[in-house]
């Protein structure tokens, strides 16, 4: 257990071993639910092919991978006991190629994750303005009325609908919501 301790806390993996503590921390923290912080996607992982998941995803993965190969980069060049200088060199060297097999790894995992994470965004009634509907109810006047509407995804809802009175709308009518009437919740309509 002490060769273990001496190389996580050795050149160069003691560089990754505490933001590998920090990591864990951090999850240890998000699985207790006493922290609830998400930080989005950077832009800069965008050029990376790590953009569209949580920060906090890929850089974990990142941070495991890289400690890891420093580890075991460290344990290997340890035991060639090459002199100082050239350990020195070569722990540099085992630093680049674990962030690049971190970068990897993290990709590896941002890309199906991706899905997960497609930004829909939230709905808003907003976004029934200039769509379709079907009236519902028998009549639709000033201060009354229901109909049908169809969302992007395919979800339908059933809205309150007014109109203006100068044309008749009843059951079963396509009108078309041109406005949102935020004090009174209404969509205003107008036959289609």
């Given at each position: 257990?002490?060769?273990?301790?001496?190389?996580?806390?050795?050149?160069?993996?003691?560089?990754?071993?505490?933001?590998?503590?920090?990591?864990?921390?951090?999850?240890?923290?998000?699985?207790?639910?006493?922290?609830?912080?998400?930080?989005?996607?950077?832009?800069?992982?965008?050029?990376?092919?790590?953009?569209?998941?949580?920060?906090?995803?890929?850089?974990?993965?990142?941070?495991?991978?890289?400690w890891f190969v420093t580890l075991a980069g460290g344990v290997v060049t340890a035991a060639l006991?090459?002199?100082?200088?050239?350990?020195?060199?070569?722990?540099?060297?085992?630093?680049?190629?674990?962030?690049?097999?971190?970068?990897?790894?993290?990709?590896?995992?941002?890309?199906?994750?991706?899905?997960?994470?497609?930004?829909?965004?939230?709905?808003?009634?907003?976004?029934?303005?200039?769509?379709?509907?079907?009236?519902?109810?028998?009549?639709?006047?000033?201060?009354?009325?229901?109909?049908?509407?169809?969302?992007?995804?395919?979800?339908?809802?059933?809205?309150?609908?007014?109109?203006?009175?100068?044309?008749?709308?009843?059951?079963?009518?396509?009108?078309?919501?041109?406005?949102?009437?935020?004090?009174?919740?209404?969509?205003?309509?107008?036959?289609?």
């Open positions: 257990m002490d060769d273990f301790v001496d190389a996580a806390l050795s050149f160069p993996a003691a560089v990754f071993s505490f933001l590998l503590a920090a990591v864990l921390i951090y999850w240890l923290l998000v699985l207790l639910g006493t922290l609830d912080i998400e930080i989005g996607d950077l832009d800069v992982g965008d050029g990376l092919g790590l953009g569209g998941v949580p920060v906090t995803v890929t850089a974990s993965v990142l941070v495991v991978v890289s006991d090459l002199g100082s200088l050239v350990s020195i060199l070569l722990g540099i060297g085992v630093l680049v190629v674990a962030v690049l097999a971190g970068l990897f790894a993290a990709r590896l995992v941002a890309v199906p994750l991706r899905k997960l994470y497609a930004p829909g965004g939230e709905a808003s009634r907003s976004d029934f303005v200039g769509r379709e509907c079907v009236i519902r109810t028998g009549r639709v006047t000033g201060e009354f009325g229901q109909a049908e509407v169809s969302a992007l995804d395919g979800s339908t809802a059933i809205v309150q609908v007014r109109q203006s009175g100068e044309h008749q709308l009843a059951y079963g009518n396509r009108a078309l919501i041109f406005d949102y009437d935020m004090d009174g919740e209404f969509f205003w309509v107008a036959p289609a």
